[in-house]
């Protein structure tokens, strides 16, 4: 409207392929459409306008934090778009969805929590942060302690041998 564009209509600057599989985040601006499959997460800058779109036959595992979403396709985590979420009629998420204006045609599936936050930053970014580094830092604590346990097991013979001679 007014000559200006929406973020959807600017050129897409990258491009996940329907034989493509990205392991690992992906952190982009500008437009990013994925047509493939990505394992990791997928951000982008909270204050640009930049762009997801992912077709129906693409897919995330793992969490989406962009400004604007256009889903057709799977979303195996949270969803956090501090501008606008438009679930298209094969859409799927599974997992929560925090917007700030959100679009959704018929057919289109959520399991989980919808999370509106007006001002477009609210509990969103925060609440998928916290839930990421929860995760990691209870596993890393509970190898961290297998580990410091077997080493001060094994080193308490040896300091008891040591100062015995």
């Given at each position: ?17 329907p ?26 800058d ?47 998420v ?5 917007y ?66």
């Amino acid at each position: 409207m007014f000559g200006r564009k929406s973020p959807m209509e600017s050129r897409i600057e990258t491009l996940i392929g329907p034989n493509s599989t990205v392991l690992g985040d992906l952190a982009f601006s500008g437009r990013c459409h994925v047509d493939g499959l990505v394992k990791g997460n997928v951000s982008a800058d909270p204050d640009s306008q930049s762009a997801l779109s992912i077709a129906e036959d693409g897919s995330v595992e793992g969490g989406v934090t962009v400004p604007f979403v256009v889903l057709q396709g799977i979303v195996r985590g949270d969803v956090v778009a501090c501008q606008r979420v438009e679930l298209g009629p094969t859409a799927r998420v599974i997992g929560n969805v925090y917007y700030n204006l959100i679009e959704m045609a018929i057919g289109a599936e959520i399991n989980g929590k919808l999370v509106h936050n007006p001002d477009g930053r609210g509990g969103g970014p925060g609440v998928a942060e916290r839930r990421e580094s929860r995760g990691p830092a209870r596993l890393e604590s509970a190898e961290s302690r297998a580990a410091e346990g077997g080493a001060a097991s094994s080193a308490e013979p040896a300091a008891a041998a040591a100062s015995g001679s």
